[in-house]
């Protein structure tokens, strides 16, 4: 109890005494927020957007045919330890405060701006998130039947609602894990329900878990001569954020995106970054976990960077034999691929 306490008591400081900075991130309208939704465990940080009905016209056949064959252009998302695949024009996490209608994957919104945006019925969604009772707002007459992924059970709900939609949920009891879908083609909600699979490494090869360890081991041949190689072939990035240590997403940068981050990496300052003033950000027992990971390669193998930013002691950047610090911008040039809100304290600002 005394660490669920001082967690709160963190938080509060580090969001309201030191003006901490949220950066919003969205693939069409620059931000969403975190509202109640199927798929996602009710918060009372924010009112739920308004929804159109669900109740179906007709109940989705017991036996459904063939699927189509498979589009052109699809790709992968991934968060909480399972990836699905959807249309590769979708936006990522265009949902909540001023959300466009255009289509989107919503996983890992992280910190959002709160404001209510109803979701209109021309709004195409395939969301990963958590389960919770009342979740899943399914007609009684939508057909269900018990799957498996990979050995573990789910459940798949299927129907039209009076919105002219095609919903579709896959639940992982289990994982605590609800796959909700929601779109004008009812191939389209079967494909994205189809393709669902866990994953303990993503398509991008993070970790579906943070790893325990307090430094990531130095595996590449230039760790203690230089953070980052120089000429990367691709640099994953791995975010499990202030919480909980499920990945909660991912992305991967190669070419020029790589080499410049690498760039960055390198000419960051030597040493860890100076810990907050505890006037103004609660300082914690022990240091925070990184918040994300980044795993660098190149011809000559492979490393592992460790980011910490959230926090208000052990901050910075650690390869397994050198640290370096972080700054408002760098922390912007990983995150920003991700499309996924994040904070730090102020100070990182001018860094």
């Known amino acids: 109890m005394a660490e669920r306490s001082w967690n709160d008591e963190a938080a509060t400081a580090r969001r309201g005494l030191a003006a901490a900075l949220i950066a919003l991130a969205s693939a069409a309208c620059g931000a969403s927020p ?18 159109p009905g669900q109740a179906p016209s007709s109940a989705a056949p017991a036996t459904p045919p063939p699927p189509p064959a498979a589009p052109a252009a699809w790709r992968q998302e991934s968060s909480l330890g399972v990836q699905i695949s959807v249309p590769a024009h979708w936006a990522v996490n265009d949902y ?45 007459a939508f057909a269900r039947r018990e799957v498996s992924l990979g050995g573990v059970s789910a459940e798949r709900i299927e129907g039209r609602g009076t919105d002219g939609r095609y919903f579709g949920w896959l639940r992982i009891p289990s994982r605590k894990i609800l796959i909700s879908v929601r779109t004008h083609d009812p191939e389209v909600t079967r494909r994205i329900l189809d393709s669902a699979q866990l994953a303990t490494v993503d398509h991008n090869g993070c970790p579906d878990r943070r790893p325990p360890s307090r430094r990531p081991e130095a595996t590449h041949p230039s760790a203690p001569s230089a953070l980052s190689p120089a000429s990367p072939t691709s640099i994953a ?29 390198n000419q960051a300052p030597a040493g860890p970054n100076p810990d907050a003033d505890p006037k103004m950000c609660l300082h914690p027992p ?66």
């Open 96 to 140: 909540g405060c001023g959300m466009s209608d255009r289509p989107t994957a919503v996983r890992g919104q992280g910190a959002q701006r709160q404001c209510l945006t109803p979701e209109k019925p021309t709004k195409e969604v395939a969301e990963i998130g958590l389960d919770a009772p009342g979740a899943v707002g399914a007609d009684p």
């Open 34 to 51: 975190a509202p109640e939704r199927p798929g996602q465990a009710p918060s009372s940080a924010a009112p739920a957007p308004a929804r």
């Open 286 to 351: 022990a240091p925070p976990p990184a918040d994300a990971l980044l795993i660098v390669e190149d011809a000559a193998g492979r490393g592992t960077i460790y980011v910490s930013f959230s926090g208000c002691v052990g901050r910075g950047l650690d390869n397994g034999a050198r640290r370096a610090q972080v700054g408002a911008s760098l922390i912007k040039m990983v995150m920003d691929p991700l499309h996924t809100g994040y904070a730090f304290h102020g100070d990182l600002n001018g860094r």
């Open 237 to 265: 990035v791995c975010y499990y954020g202030e919480h909980g240590d499920a990945l909660q997403s991912s992305a991967r940068l190669t070419g020029a995106e790589a080499a410049a981050l690498a760039a960055v990496l």
